[in-house]
């Protein structure tokens, strides 16, 4: 159903049972689970969807090692189970990833831990081996009936340097264990929207449409075009994250104050030293004033962050300098012989962590769980549910849970599960996917690196993208007719959609003019852009670039050469 037909749809029937506002990935969740039961369920997110913190995360699957130490037990195993279940079920995204600790103290951090885990105030100190020893040992016991990966291991000094020569000389030990990375989370985000929407012919989503209070109930504006449609609801989920507060301000629910978001800023670094430095491995560290750090290969490149700020204002959220030199400074001290150069950060990006409200002056202490709470009818609104917290290697239990309590709320009954439920191109992955892109090659005429290329970007979708493989965007490895099936087949609206969330050409530093101007021209067509239109979208990215992301147009133009003098 295109975008027309959903608001034709709500015109004619504003009664709905559930509007669930937010679509990130924790309000995608809960959506899915909805619709999976038939329920008549709306979405609406006045962004595009997973464009807020669930495109900004650390691109980590994991059961959160440091939540050990502030006790929170139920979550690190919830969410290991969680992380297994996604390397099951999206396995096209969700990938093992080798995760090693640099370790320079042997005692270090035991009497700190204990006071922290009393719930006493303390400042953060560097983990020694004993409390790394006992946090991984818990690991593994959690996960040990299901057991999909390694135990964890340690190693020497000389292991430890001759593995990876480049480390801070002065350490003493290492521990390797296993985690997950996910590639594409703004994909997935969208696979299991699309798969929500193919379940249920009652369930509808938009972005780009903002929800507010109106003298009738509830006022859905369609961002693109100005209409305001009226909806009334029986329930309304708040999925809004770091903005839900704003939005029960917004739409007038009578609720205390109860996020205390934080902001984590990442970069992503070109680098052939550094990527090379890592082994394949994720090196998790901490860095001197405490604050967990982390690097690894994120698809040819290198991931580093991340900070840890809190933020009164979720809208004006991006990376600042004085962050980039705090991430370059943790980074010189785990590899103090790799430096990087500005022409090496390709992209730079921030987002907010769910957080409840919470006083504590180290944000560290935070709880990192998630909860659900109702802010019941008041003023002719009906009653809220409120999403609180969480991370988003949780959010399918997450939005089991708040599905359960909105099905018990409306008198219904879940007869559907997502436990073991496949997302998107995750269904029917090959174990052998040599032999899977052979055949896929073979039968539309592409060469084997395409073939393996569509696999990784789209999983066993890319059956749909081989047909329209050719011909290739100059200076990019995506093809003219996969950027046009993108257009026209998963709701984009402006070039940001594609270049940030549909694809991964912007955070891997692959933008230049020639490529803009190109995908313009795609998505013009499919909208029925004027010239003045299309110009006046060319700006708004270009300035949304410059100010979140630190590409300057210098950047972009610079790109353009580089590429001619390669081709010439």
């Known amino acids: 159903m295109n975008r027309n037909d959903t608001l034709a749809a ?5 009664d709905i049972a559930v509007l669930v506002i937010g679509g990130g990935i924790n309000g995608i969740s809960v959506f899915r689970e909805l619709a999976l039961q038939g329920v008549d369920v ?55 990833l080798p995760t090693t600790v640099p370790i320079f103290d042997t005692f270090s951090g035991i009497a700190n831990g204990a006071v922290r885990f009393l719930g006493l105030t303390r400042n953060p100190s560097r983990r020694g081996a004993l409390v790394i020893k006992a946090g991984l040992t818990m690991y593994d016991l959690f996960t040990a009936a299901r057991r999909l990966m390694p135990k964890h291991r340690f190693r020497g000094r000389a292991e430890t340097l001759k593995t990876w020569p480049a480390i801070n000389s002065d350490i003493r030990s290492s521990a390797t264990y296993y985690d997950a990375w996910v590639s594409r989370p703004e994909r997935l985000g969208l696979e299991m929207l699309f798969d929500a929407l193919a379940s ?63 902001k984590g800023s990442h970069l992503i670094v070109d680098n052939a030293e550094l990527h090379d430095a890592l082994g ?24 580093i962050g991340s900070t840890d700020i809190r933020v009164d204002d979720p809208d004006q959220v991006r990376c600042e300098d004085d962050e980039r030199s705090y991430i370059l400074q943790s980074l010189a001290f785990v590899f103090p012989t790799i430096v990087i150069a500005e022409e090496d950060i390709v992209f730079r990006f921030a987002g907010v962590r769910p957080l409840p409200a919470s006083d504590d002056s180290f944000t560290g202490r935070i709880p990192r769980d998630h909860f659900c709470e109702f802010v019941e009818p008041s003023g002719g609104l009906p009653a809220t549910l409120c999403m609180i917290g969480g991370k988003w290697t949780t959010f399918r239990s997450f939005g089991e849970m708040a599905a359960d309590m909105a099905l018990e709320r409306l008198g219904l009954t879940r007869h559907t599960g997502t436990q073991d439920l496949a997302i998107g191109g995750g269904r029917e992955f090959p174990a052998a996917s040599d032999a899977w892109c052979a055949k896929l090659a073979e039968q539309h005429g592409l060469n084997i690196e395409r073939a393996h290329a569509l696999l990784e970007r789209y999983g066993t979708s890319a059956v749909d993208f081989a047909a329209a493989s050719d011909p290739m965007l100059v200076g990019s490895d995506y093809s003219t007719g996969e950027i ?85």
Not at 282 to 295: K, P, T
Request: aromatic residues 6%.
């Open 484 to 568: 046009r099936m993108i257009v026209e087949r998963e709701q984009v609206e402006c070039l940001a959609d594609i270049f940030l969330r549909r694809t991964t050409i912007a955070i891997l530093g692959g933008l230049n003019l020639q490529l803009i101007e190109a995908v313009l021209a795609i998505l013009a067509n499919h909208k029925g852009w004027s010239a003045a239109e299309a110009a006046a979208e060319r700006s708004a990215f270009l300035a949304l670039l410059a100010h979140q992301h630190g590409i300057a147009l210098s950047d972009l133009s610079q790109t353009n050469d580089k590429r001619s003098a390669l081709c010439a």
């Open 200 to 262: 249920s012919p009652t369930a509808h989503a938009l972005n780009y449409a903002a929800v507010a209070a109106s003298n009738d109930g509830l006022a859905l504006t369609d961002s693109l075009t100005g209409e305001v449609l009226q909806l009334r609801p029986k329930l309304i989920i708040n999925a809004t994250g770091g903005w839900i507060d704003l939005t029960n301000k917004a739409i007038g629910a009578a609720a205390p104050r109860m996020m205390g978001g934080t």
């Open 280 to 303: 394949g491995h994720m090196v998790y560290y901490e860095n001197e004033d405490g604050r967990i750090c982390i690097l690894f290969p994120y698809l040819g490149k290198v991931l």
């Open 42 to 96: 709306v979405l609406a997110d006045k962004g595009d969807y997973c464009s807020g913190a669930s495109a900004a995360l650390s691109r980590m699957v994991h059961g959160g090692l440091r939540y050990l130490e502030n006790g929170e037990f139920k979550l690190v195993r919830e969410s290991l189970v969680e992380r297994d279940r996604l390397l099951k079920n999206a396995p096209h995204y969700v990938a093992p």
């Open 10 to 14: 709500l015109r004619e029937r504003p």
